[in-house]
């Protein structure tokens, strides 16, 4: 599965790469695991680690930014909207 139709608003989440329902962090692997950040969730989707580091690779690539993929996503006024919109036109 694609992030762009894993990662819904329910799912995403700043500041840790997974949480549970009741907000704990965890792993990505993790069964309880509920919410995603960005890197979570290409983690989630894509299993296979070349697979994993070219998606991660365009994603930093697209966002030609110095705080990295972590800081887009977890930066205060970065939206859902604004993350959905990127997987969206990268198609991953």
Not at 2 to 23: D, E, I, N, S
Not at 43 to 58: A, I, M, Q, T
Not at 70 to 82: C, I, K, L, R, V
Request: charged content about 25%; proline content about 1%.
């Amino acid at each position: 599965m694609k992030v762009k139709k894993f990662l819904t608003k329910r799912r995403w989440t700043k500041g840790a790469v997974a949480l549970t329902k009741r907000g704990r962090t965890c792993s990505t692997s993790c069964r309880w695991a509920t919410k995603f950040c960005l890197i979570g969730a290409v983690r989630k989707c894509y299993h296979e680690l070349e697979e994993r580091r070219n998606v991660l690779s365009r994603i930093a690539a697209a966002l030609n930014n110095t705080n990295g993929i972590a800081g887009f996503n977890d930066h205060p006024s970065t939206t859902f909207e604004q993350v959905k919109a990127l997987v969206v036109k990268l198609d991953v």
